[in-house]
Structure formats: C-alpha cells, structure tokens
C-alpha cells in the first residue's frame, strides 16, 4: 500500500526511503561486525528515533535488546534551548553492558553531549552513538558518533520520526520544511 504525499510543505526531499534503507543496511551490518558476542543494549532517543530505531533492530541479531529514554531540550519551538530533561528513563540496568544509543539527528550535539556523559556514568562497558542524520554546521559541541548514516545541511528538516509540532513523524523521507511552514 502507497500513500501519496501533499509535497508543497517541503522545499526538496534530502534523504529517501531508498537511500535511508541502504543506510540502514550499512550502518547494522558494521554494528554487527564490531558488536558479534558483546552483550548490546540499544538505547532509542524517544521520540524522533523510533523509526530508526525499530527499522535499525530489524538488521540485528535476535539476542540484542531495546530500550527508550526521553530527553528534550527542545520545547515546542525549532531550536534547542540547551536545557536538558529528563522524560522518561530507562527501565535497563547498564553496569557491564554495551550501550549503542540510537538518534535520528544530532543537530547543536548538546542534548547527545549531555546523555553521554550520563549512560556512562551508569557503569557501561562502553557507550557509543548511531545517528541517522547529523549537521555539521550547526554544531555546538563535538561529540563523537561511531555509526553516522548522512551528513545534511543546517536547514530544518522532518520526516522518518522528525517532526514539526509533532506533524511529519510518519513521511518515509527526510525533507526540508519550507520556513513559512514553521514561521506561521
């Protein structure tokens, strides 16, 4: 089943379903080399990573779990405020486990900045980060993501769990949303 999808919100499609799923490929297939008989525990960043958390689970082996943190440090607007919360823990125990956190986008790397440091505090044997998307140029901090799928310009994107006023989530693509969209 296809649906089609109302374009004129979006000034261009930057990532496609097909190249986020050639993406995906690569990127399990790499974290399965470097994780083959650890015990991995991926950590999905709710609410924007749960596409690419649960299309990313599926390239992995049945032996590896899952769990959900909520962090925010973004409100209702379209940039961080640089404040981080809490919204919902993990439920895991992290002392000796790997940890894989799992993000849609890495946009100032303030809020990954701040929940590396803090899943490493729990005890983990390691924490490292897979991001589908990260920009570069709008960087605030430097954070180190072992498993990066695409490298995107600066402009505000949605789709694949990205969202605008929660809107977008569900598109199968990352585009650009046309500023007027947002400035309403």
Known sequence: MSFQYDMSDFSEVLVSENAIGRKLDEMSAAIRAD???KDLLL??????AVMVMADLA???PPSVQMDWMAV?????GTKSSGVVRILKDLDADLTGRHVLIVEDIIDTGVTLSWLLGNLRSRGA?????????????AAVVDVP???IGFDIPPDFVVGYGLDFAE?????PFVAVLKPEVYER
């Open 72 to 76: 925010s440090s973004y409100g209702s």
């Open 58 to 60: 599926r390239r992995m």
């Open 43 to 48: 950590v999905g960043v709710l609410k924007g």
């Open 125 to 137: 044997a390691s924490v490292e980060i897979a991001a589908l998307l990260r920009k570069p140029a």
């Open 167 to 171: 809107n977008y989530r569900t598109l």
């Open 145 to 147: 993501v072992r498993y």
């Open 35 to 37: 994780y083959e008989g």
